[in-house]
């Protein structure tokens, strides 16, 4: 190892030594201003009685089974069970899993749970009401999963029980637990060493985040535009987002439309069911007439379409994604980026890291579209006011997950410590994104300390977000059998 690669390896090493160790198992690693009452129980008042776990007795199944609640799990704001990653036993049986609730037991099968692959990760079913006749509930894959039934086991009436519920609490981040790492490390350590591990983690992220573009796709210019598509399609359609690409990019095609046209045909926007909803838009007829001479070309891809946001909807996204397909000069982004960092960083002081951080989102293009600037699908109406297409939060999550990955793997390989350290300074100066998440990991890791105050920029943000992935994510439910605490115990004990 050359000399001035020590230190950069020292860095990233506070996190990879917690990864790499195996001194413990790790097999599973690859509030309103006025409250209100409610006259009616619903199930909100049930996904608030799972989640503080109170207003009634000792759980058992129908038969006299006990169950032992380990962690309720995650309040789930989205589409999908009422709860994510609880953690139960169900007699000696310990079980991880998802949490479903309704008032009757039949809410199963009216909302079709049993034909959705969504619920197929359910361990319990929570019902309040207990029917005349118990049915056995199935998944989509007809597996059996136990009911219980909360009404005769309330220990306060119905009707306290209303008054005593103010639903405009939930989900909220005050019933969200903090995690064990925040009391047997986060408020041990200093803010310093907390610091340093939540960037050192961020290098490591950076890292593998690059490796993961690069087996993506064969080059560098290929695997940029790959992660910014895959950026475009958000967490839910990532993945999607990355299969359209590739799909358009060999596809030997170059007229922005037909590339448009093959994306939208290939997601299926032009079955029926959006023919009917879109007919009456000469855009969308158009790209629909230029898709019959495409089909043969065509993938099948599936998108999720709920919970999205207009600005943010896939045929608007699929858009852009064309328009960087068919840019020339997106081939050349990669060089660009790079003469941007080297013509910049050692004379850059660290105030200005904004500069640098402008020419950097800068190269990314601002495409201009005088239907997709006033359209959020193929509606008739034009929207009132200008929608950017690459938006300037956009932009900022394209650097720090895109960007600075290959910045800093090609940084690293110069091993110059003097570049590293500015790349250091100018990952640090940037704003983390405010995302659910973070509120989240900040209260999981630091609860309500002012420690939590860490993830306001990007590097220590995405630090958390990897000590996510690595960790929580396998042991979110109670914490139980997670190796974190112990390992930096361990690693770093003085």
């Known amino acids: ?118 619920y197929d990760d359910v361990i319990l079913h929570v019902c309040y009401w207990s029917p005349p006749n118990e049915k056995i509930t199935v998944t989509s894959k007809k597996r ?57 983690a961020a290098l490591c992220r950076l890292e593998e985040k690059w490796l993961r573009l690069q087996a993506m796709s064969e080059t560098p210019p290929t695997a940029l535009l790959a992660g910014i ?25 170059s007229s922005e439309s037909d590339l448009l046209s093959l994306a939208l045909g290939s997601c299926g926007f032009f079955r029926l069911f959006f023919q009917q909803k879109w007919g009456e838009s000469e855009v969308y007829l158009h790209l629909e007439k230029q898709y019959h001479h495409l089909k043969e070309k065509a993938a099948t891809t599936d998108l999720r379409l709920d919970h999205i946001r207009p600005a943010n909807h896939p045929v608007r996204r699929l858009a852009l994604l064309a328009k960087l397909v068919a840019d ?32 950097l989102v800068g190269a990314l293009p601002r495409y201009e579209d005088p239907y997709w600037e006033r359209h959020y699908t193929f509606e008739n109406k034009e929207q ?46 940037l704003p983390a994104s405010k995302t659910k998440k973070t509120s989240y990991l900040g209260h999981r890791f630091f609860g309500e300390t002012p420690k939590k105050l860490a993830l306001l920029n990007a590097d220590t943000q995405q630090g958390a977000y990897q000590i996510h992935r690595d960790f929580c994510v396998h042991y979110e439910a109670s914490c139980q059998g997670c190796p974190f605490v112990e390992r930096y115990i361990q690693n770093y004990k003085k």
């Open 384 to 429: 009132p006011k200008r929608i950017t297409l690459l938006g300037d939060d956009l932009r900022l999550e394209i650097l720090i997950n895109v960007l600075l990955p290959f910045l800093y793997v090609h940084i690293k390989a110069r091993g110059s410590n003097e570049e590293v350290q500015a790349f250091e300074d100018f990952y640090g100066s």
């Open 229 to 253: 598509c895959m950026t475009l399609g958000y967490k839910h359609n990532a993945e999607p987002f990355l299969s359209i690409f590739h799909l358009l990019y060999n596809s030997n095609i």
């Open 328 to 359: 020339p000069q997106m081939r050349l982004l990669h060089k660009t980026v790079w003469n941007l960092w080297s013509s910049n960083w050692n004379n850059t002081a660290r105030h200005q890291w904004k500069n640098l951080k402008d020419l």
């Open 144 to 200: 059996p999963i136990p009911s219980i039934f909360l009404q005769s086991i309330l220990t306060v009436p119905e009707a306290r029980l209303l008054q005593l519920i103010d639903l405009d609490l939930y989900p909220y981040k005050l019933f969200v637990g903090s995690g064990r790492c925040a009391r047997m490390l986060f408020s041990k350590i200093s803010q310093e060493n907390t610091v340093d591990l939540l960037r050192s």
């Open 1 to 118: 190892m050359q000399p001035s690669t020590v230190a950069v390896e020292l860095k990233e090493n506070i996190y990879k030594q917690l990864i790499n160790n195996n001194s413990t198992d790790s097999s599973l690693f690859q509030a309103s201003e006025k409250i209100q009452t409610y006259s009616v129980l619903k199930e909100r008042h049930l996904q608030a009685m799972w989640l503080e776990q109170k207003y009634f007795k000792l759980l058992t199944l129908p038969n006299g089974t006990p169950i032992t609640v380990l962690s309720p799990g995650i309040w789930n704001s989205e589409a999908g069970p009422d709860f994510l990653k609880a953690h139960i036993k169900i007699g000696d049986q310990e079980l991880r899993g998802d949490i479903e609730l309704h008032l009757q037991q039949d809410g199963w099968y009216h909302h079709n749970h049993n034909e959705d692959s969504r």
